[in-house]
Nanobody, 126 residues
């Protein structure tokens, strides 16, 4: 069964850090673009960051998180991570991971028809 499971969210003060994990099963993350997406209260889901398939070797970030977030992949653990530093209250959202619509996901778009998981809640508040 093809599945991605998110974890690592929590409550953190402004300026703090969190590392989100996206564990894959049923496929190899090396072969696909994988993205992180978030949905804040009252807002539509947006793309945060994406990593291309290994043969393309690129990463992408939304302007709002450039310089603060870093996406990476662990081929041994078959997982993708999102290191989030200098967190701001506006980063508060439920974070999801999903395959992207392209192996080179420059548009931070998810795969159409993906069965989204529950995500992981990130709350940035003092």
């Amino acid at each position: 069964q093809v599945q991605l499971v998110e974890s690592g969210g929590g409550l953190v003060q402004p300026g703090g850090s969190l590392r989100l994990s996206c564990a894959a099963s049923g496929f190899t993350v090396d072969d696909y673009g994988i993205g992180w997406f978030r949905r804040a209260p009252g807002k539509q889901r947006e793309g945060v960051s994406a990593i291309s398939s290994a043969d393309v070797g690129r990463t992408y970030y939304a302007d709002s998180v450039k310089g603060r977030f870093t996406i990476s992949r662990d081929n041994v653990k078959n997982a993708v991570y999102l290191q989030m530093n200098s967190l701001k209250p506006e980063d508060t959202a439920v974070y999801f991971c999903a395959p992207t619509d392209e192996k080179d996901p420059h548009d931070l778009a998810p795969l159409g028809g993906w069965d989204w998981g529950q995500g992981t809640q990130v709350t940035v508040s003092s």
